[in-house]
């Protein structure tokens, strides 16, 4: 680094400087006004910061900034703050401010013929969802926060979904951004282009960079045209082995339309009868392993239909399949996704739960789930697991419910002893530690341990070339 990362706490200069920036009204102080933007989600920390500043341009943002450049205060950037790795959240040792976004929530053009929307980094998910549905068009990034997550996190995490296994990633539905640098200047890449070959993609190191290369403040989206047909099944495996033919018969015969493939346990569903509210088990009889599955069409009288009931015919005649139900209605639909929604919601309730966001590849997820459930249950018998999520994308949220009476902390105490047992597991079948929620500060240890040092030197350089002042969200997704 070429300056040092000892940090001096905010001076009133420095605060009277940020006021002239964004005015008064721009900064919070108080620490009981700061409580929720340095709280975790899942209340697992606590941060620790002397100033939350909310620009409300593009401009201010820059100023910001470059007024901590020159004063060597560190940044983390901010949107929704419902990451669940720690990314957004300052410590003690960084002496940083929060930059948070929220202010900068601006739909700035919406192009039908391109099928792009150019949105600030403040914009909420659903808003985004919402706006192109008003004007006949899908943005397709769907996940539980989506109603008080925010793009620029989105973004800056890369985040996935149910509807990767069809669009992919966060990183697939982005041409351009817009980007404060370290030292405040502002580029412009809000290209709405699918072909730039005139240099360095430099977007896509951003995207997924946890804001620790510099902060985005706008980007250009991909659309696609509304989905006019949709056909949803909840399906009861034979077994869990029949997830991968099941899956790969619904790439075969039903194609590019098949959007979602969800993995769901008994255990989630008893959980979410148990807990939820307005949940119904589509099935009667109770089974271990189910799949939710959609597929969409884009035009009225497509085939999709006839292609759906052949491909279900095919699964119960393979007996893959040993129930199921086909969504008769769009409410009937709904309550087959409101199940999964459930599964992620319904786990609080029953005591603590060690929480995994792992990949492996599609073909190994029967192995990783059969090896990792038998390994979690010998070093804490009665554990729970709880394996569920995205099988057409190799995604699986390994979560462990505590065994029925243990003590609560006791259990959560053991969190890194499992976690280092799970991802010996995942890191064997060639998969990551981390799909779809980062690195952050929680799997920072982690990640440095499973990654090559030429991989984490790479990066390092990376850093270093971009923020050598290294003020931007220090301590998160590289080591120090």
């Known amino acids: 680094m070429t300056k040092p990362e000892i940090r001096s706490p905010l001076s009133d200069s420095f605060l009277s400087a940020l006021k002239q920036i964004v005015s008064a009204k721009g900064i919070i102080t108080e620490q009981r006004e700061i409580l929720p933007y340095i709280t975790e989600q899942r209340g697992r920390f606590v941060g620790e910061t002397s100033c939350v500043v909310k620009p409300g341009t593009t401009d201010e943002v820059a100023s910001i900034v470059k007024l901590c450049a020159d004063n060597n205060i560190a940044i983390v950037p901010q949107g929704g703050n419902t990451g669940l790795v720690s990314g957004g959240i300052p410590f003690a040792e960084d002496k940083a401010i929060i930059l948070n976004l929220s202010r900068m929530n601006e739909i700035r053009n919406l192009d039908p013929i391109n099928n792009t929307m150019t949105v600030e980094a403040g914009c909420i998910l659903q808003t985004i969802q919402e706006h192109a549905a008003n004007n006949d068009r899908l943005f397709p990034l769907s996940l539980g926060a989506e109603g008080t997550c925010e793009i620029g996190g989105n973004i800056a995490s890369n985040a996935g979904g149910i509807n990767v296994i069809r669009y992919g990633n966060t990183r697939a539905l982005v041409l351009g951004l817009e980007i404060v640098t370290p030292t405040g200047e502002i580029w412009d890449g809000l290209r709405a282009l699918r072909k730039d070959n005139t240099g360095y993609d430099l977007k896509q190191l951003y995207i997924g960079s946890e804001g620790t290369l510099g902060v985005i403040t706008a980007a250009v989206l991909k659309l696609f045209p509304s989905p006019k047909e949709q056909q949803t099944a909840f399906l009861a495996l034979n077994s869990l082995d029949d997830a991968l033919p099941l899956l790969n018969m619904a790439q075969s015969m039903i194609g590019d339309a098949l959007t979602s493939f969800e993995l769901i346990p008994r255990i989630g569903i008893d959980f979410s009868l148990k807990h939820g509210h307005g949940v119904i088990d589509p099935i009667e009889g109770e089974y271990e392993w189910y799949i939710l599955m959609e597929a969409s069409a884009g035009t009225n009288n497509s085939a999709l239909p006839d292609l759906f009931d052949s491909y279900m015919e095919k699964a119960f005649e393979e007996?893959?399949?040993?129930?199921?139900?086909?969504?008769?209605?769009?409410?009937?639909?709904?309550?087959?996704?409101?199940?999964?929604?459930?599964?992620?919601?319904?786990?609080?309730?029953?005591?603590?739960?060690?929480?995994?966001?792992?990949?492996?590849?599609?073909?190994?997820?029967?192995?990783?789930?059969?090896?990792?459930?038998?390994?979690?249950?010998?070093?804490?018998?009665?554990?729970?697991?709880?394996?569920?999520?995205?099988?057409?994308?190799?995604?699986?949220?390994?979560?462990?419910?505590?065994?029925?009476?243990?003590?609560?902390?006791?259990?959560?105490?053991r969190w890194e002893e499992v976690n280092r047992v799970v991802h010996d597991i995942v890191i064997d079948l060639k998969g990551s530690i981390s799909a779809e929620h980062g690195v952050g500060r929680v799997k920072i240890d982690e990640n440095a341990h499973y990654k090559s040092s030429i991989e984490i030197k790479l990066m390092q350089q990376i850093k270093r070339s971009f923020d050598p002042q290294n003020i931007m969200n220090p301590g998160k997704l590289i080591p120090r």
């Not at 099988?391 to 390994?398: F, R």
């Open 319 to 413: 007996e893959w399949v040993v129930d199921g139900v086909l969504a008769q209605s769009k409410a009937q639909s709904d309550s087959f996704w409101l199940i999964r929604e459930n599964v992620t919601l319904c786990q609080k309730p029953e005591g603590g739960s060690i929480k995994h966001d792992i990949a492996v590849p599609v073909s190994s997820i029967p192995t990783f789930i059969t090896r990792a459930n038998a390994a979690v249950e010998k070093l804490i018998p009665g554990i729970r697991p709880h394996p569920f999520g995205h099988v057409g994308d190799g995604n699986i949220h390994y979560n462990l419910s505590q065994p029925i009476g243990m003590d609560k902390q006791e259990y959560l105490d």
